[in-house]
């Protein structure tokens, strides 16, 4: 009787790949992308938004916020963001390190206020007092390292994971009528 453990990893992303683009940006610190997204509202508070060729990211309230509870709502849709962006710095840095992941597990959770309803007659509030006011994440991590390289792996995602420092930065935000 064989006692053999089969350990199976997560599928890895290209290395060589990785190396030329950390090149890149090593060699044009200042260069951006740009994401869009175009969100189109379908009645209530049900909305697709569209990204390139994707099929539609849904979005809606649940019942007690007077949506149809179909999908998502707003800030789990931000925390599905979150963990996504963490998951993929976290796999990155591992990449580098040759550390093989086997488990990989993101878990978010977040206050959120949202006493002004929306702006539409609730409590009288400043920005900074609405939205998510405390963000806590747990990470289930796995691979061939030592417990404390797994979590520098997973804080130096954290200190670089662009949506995690869109969320801790104040950044430049302009909203306007789209020209006729």
Known sequence: MSTDTVTTYLRPID????????????????????????????????????VGIHNPVVVDEPLHLFGENTAPAPGEI????????????????ATLRQVKLSKLEIHLEA??????????????????????QAIRVKVAIEGEASREELNDIVQRANHFSPVANSMRNPIPFEIGLLDA
Do not use: Y
């Open 78 to 93: 931000v925390l599905s963001a979150l963990g996504g962006c963490l998951g993929v710095g976290i796999t990155a840095v």
């Open 111 to 132: 206050d959120i206020g949202n006493t002004a309803a929306w702006g539409a007659g609730g409590a009288e509030r400043e920005p900074h007092q609405m939205g998510f």
């Open 15 to 50: 290395r060589d790949g990785l190396l030329k683009f950390a090149e890149a940006g090593r060699e044009n610190p200042e260069r951006k992308g740009t994401n869009k997204v175009k969100t189109v509202m379908q009645g209530q508070f049900r909305s697709w938004s569209f």
